[in-house]
């Protein structure tokens, strides 16, 4: 069975994530399913793309036993996330559980996202010894601003969907019996808009952005890679997959 599942029905792409028994976690595997999910010209019928996920999961992340064993491509989930930001049609992400890591960068990637109230949303690489690149940190800034930028990493707590909605970073919230008709009543006005419209609007929305990407930071992503690197980040990786505190010390 796939991990990554794609259904298009007349105007709506769906892309389902579908690796429940590791909570979605982010092989490589899921990476390139999702990066070819999300291709350069979508069908001359499609209005909109829809990202879900099957199990009681959004996306936990990063695969991190694949990480602990030095497996992955470098920059999969950067290429990844890219491809979902630059779609030429709206995605809408429809997040029925938590979304940690690179899977709440995932659901922030996407155009709207409509969450469960009972779902949770964090970035708890402060808490394993890692950090994030500029690619990462400057998407949680355009959608969170910086003081809630600032509770999403340096805390590295999860926040609930109610407080993501609060703080605007989140587009809808439902109830869990209601998420999906919430999410359908999104799905359903942008299929009816018109195609030329939802092709130019995005079209500005990416060109805005960028700009961002002129910011110099090739010396941040040089701290990341060495962050990664450290004696704190084995033991950080190490202690998550065992499920116990890790012990830091700065090296």
Known sequence: ??????????????????????????????LDGL?????????PGERVAVLRAN??????????SQKAAGLGKPGSIEAM???????????????????????NELALHCDFVVASTTAIFGMSLSQIGLAPTWFLAKKLMEVAGPVATREILLLGDPLPATRMHELGIIARIAEPDALQDAAQKIIDRLAANAPLSLRNMKAMLVRHMAFRDATPHDDLNADVAKVAASTDALEGVKARLERRQPSFRGE
């Open 55 to 64: 199990g009681p999961s959004f996306c936990s992340g990063m695969d991190l």
């Open 81 to 103: 996330l890219r491809r979902v930001e630059v779609y030429p049609l709206p995605v809408v992400a429809v997040v029925h559980g938590p979304a940690i890591a690179g899977g």
């Open 35 to 43: 990066s070819a999910a999300f291709p350069d010209q979508p069908g």
């Open 1 to 30: 069975m796939s991990k990554v599942l794609v259904d298009i029905d007349g105007p709506v792409r769906t892309i389902t994530m579908n690796r429940p028994e590791k909570r979605n976690a982010l092989d490589q595997e899921t």
